[in-house]
C-alpha cells in the first residue's frame, strides 16, 4: 500500500504546475484524496480534497479559484492542478487518502491514514 505524490518543482510567480498523487496496492474508489501542504516553519494545513462518492470537491479560502482537484479512478490517480501560483504558495504538498464515503475534510487529518511522501513546490522569481 503506497502513494507516490510527484510533480512538484521550481515555477515563477504566476506560474502553474500539475501534482500527482498515485496509489499503489489498493483502489482509490473508496476513499476521499486530499492534499496537505507545510511551509517552512509552519503547520500543515489542508489545500484541497475530493469525495469518493459524489466527487464534490473542497478548497482551502488561500486557493479557491487558482488550484483544481481532480480523480481519475480507472488509472488510480488523483491530481492538483495549480494555476496562478504565489510565492505564499511555496511549501511540502502532500496526498493522503480517507476511507471516507460522503464528503472528505481539509481539517480533520485523523481521517486520512495514508499519506504519500510529499512533493516540494517552490515559487519564486
Known amino acids: 500500500v503506497q502513494l507516490q505524490a510527484s510533480g512538484g518543482g521550481l515555477v515563477q510567480p504566476g506560474g502553474s504546475l500539475r501534482l500527482s498523487c498515485e496509489a499503489s496496492?489498493?483502489?482509490?474508489?473508496?476513499?476521499?484524496i486530499g492534499w496537505f501542504r507545510q511551509a517552512p516553519g509552519k503547520e500543515r494545513e489542508g489545500v484541497s480534497c475530493i469525495a469518493s462518492s459524489d466527487g464534490s470537491t473542497y478548497y482551502a479560502d488561500s486557493v479557491k479559484g487558482r488550484f483544481t482537484i481532480s480523480r481519475d479512478n480507472a488509472k488510480n490517480l488523483g491530481t492538483l492542478q495549480m494555476n496562478g501560483l504565489k510565492p505564499e504558495d511555496t511549501a511540502i504538498y502532500y496526498c493522503?487518502?480517507?476511507?471516507?464515503?460522503?464528503?472528505?475534510?481539509?481539517?480533520?487529518?485523523?481521517?486520512?491514514?495514508?499519506w504519500g511522501q510529499g512533493t516540494l513546490v517552490t515559487v519564486s522569481s
Open positions: 496496492g489498493f483502489s482509490l474508489d473508496y476513499y476521499a
Open positions: 493522503a487518502t480517507a476511507p471516507t464515503g460522503v464528503g472528505c475534510s481539509l481539517t480533520l487529518e485523523y481521517e486520512y491514514d495514508e
